[in-house]
């Protein structure tokens, strides 16, 4: 098994390396990658990233949105958790098998005086509550398998950045199930680091059986081209999102209450917008939805988009930048 060590903690980088494996190295081989990324949450590839984020909590704490590949839930990632992506042959899987990649992880968790189990179709549980969970993404005779591990993660992030606002959203997209969730370093009787934990998985996962891989500078330049044109896009990360329905209620001091309704289509791209609220205003507010018809629900369109009008005519003690936070929140 080739190994990998990224020293990115960048997830659009991770998440480009990971595809590269899958895609461009070479397939008699079998891949072992572990990897971190700093504050970001990274959301499954057919979730609807709206549903699934406090895009307010999100910005105000710098924590990146980014998607994956694979399935499954939305998880969040801090130099807490450490991940691994293992890539292999699919063999005769007809289906998405998570149990069987995470045995591995329970062996070491087990060596290391903890009672873990498998639960489930992809968590790795330790006394009932749940430290990893799983994913894949089989393609042409491929697997893709990446887990989370929770080490000594920030607990108190994960509950703030998945705690969406209660918006009324109508998708098709894959809701995420919350589970109750430990770290893992907490629970050990020795001391032990995330550093100590990285090189207990590299020495016990495989029995050593790993050959080191350095990416060369054609691999990098890829990679980030891959990073660059895909993973780090709004395009990708927001506007893959399927087709979703979507009513906010807010009130504004000195202004009132604003209810708001869009149909948002693939791509990001509203469809259809109406502005509703016990606010004063002048202007038609169909003007309003005029601008915005068309445009992808994305904060520099819609500044672009609302340029040549003025919020505050139209709902009287609203600015143009208060009027977009309410639409991206």
């Not at 699919?90 to 591995?104: G, H, K, T, V, Y």
């Not at 500078?217 to 896009?233: P, W």
């Not at 202007?283 to 369109?301: M, W």
Request: net charge negative; aromatic share 8%.
């Amino acid at each position: 098994m080739i190994y990998l060590e990224s020293q990115s903690y960048d997830p659009y980088y991770n998440l480009a390396l990971e595809q590269y494996v899958f895609d461009r190295m070479p397939r008699e081989n079998s891949y072992l990658i572990l990897w971190q990324n700093d504050n970001s949450i990274i959301v499954g590839k057919h979730q609807n990233t709206v549903e699934e984020i406090n895009v307010a909590f999100a910005r105000e704490h710098g924590i990146r949105i980014a998607r994956r590949l694979s399935g499954g839930g939305a998880v969040y990632h801090d130099l807490g958790n450490l991940n691994y992506t293992i890539i292999t042959d699919a063999s005769d899987m007809e289906r998405i098998n998570l149990q069987a990649f995470c045995i591995p992880l329970v062996k070491v968790l087990r060596q290391i005086g903890l009672n873990a189990e498998i639960t489930g179709r992809n968590d790795v549980t330790i006394e009932g509550v749940k430290c990893s969970g799983s994913s894949q993404y089989i393609k042409q005779g491929r697997v893709m398998h990446h887990g989370c591990i929770l080490f000594d993660t920030d607990l108190s992030m994960v509950a703030g950045a998945l705690n969406v606002p209660k918006d009324k959203i109508e998708s098709k997209g894959l809701k995420s199930v919350r589970s109750r969730v430990t770290n893992i370093r907490p629970l050990l009787t020795g001391k032990m680091d995330i550093a100590q934990f990285r090189e207990l998985l590299k020495q016990h996962m495989f029995n050593d059986e790993l050959e080191p891989y350095e990416l060369s500078s054609a691999d990098e330049i890829e990679i980030n081209r891959l990073r660059d044109e895909q993973y780090s896009t709004w395009d990708w990360n927001f506007g893959f999102s399927p087709q979703y329905k979507i009513r906010k209620s807010r009130r504004v001091e000195n202004c009132g209450r604003i209810e708001i309704s869009m149909n948002v289509a693939r791509g990001g791209v509203i469809t259809a917008f109406s502005c509703h609220g016990d606010f004063f205003g002048n202007g038609d507010i169909e003007d309003i939805a005029r601008a915005l018809i068309g445009e992808k629900l994305e904060e520099t369109t819609l500044a672009d988009a609302l340029d040549r009008l003025s919020i505050d005519h139209y709902i009287n003690g609203l600015s143009k930048g208060e009027f977009i936070r309410i639409l991206m929140q």
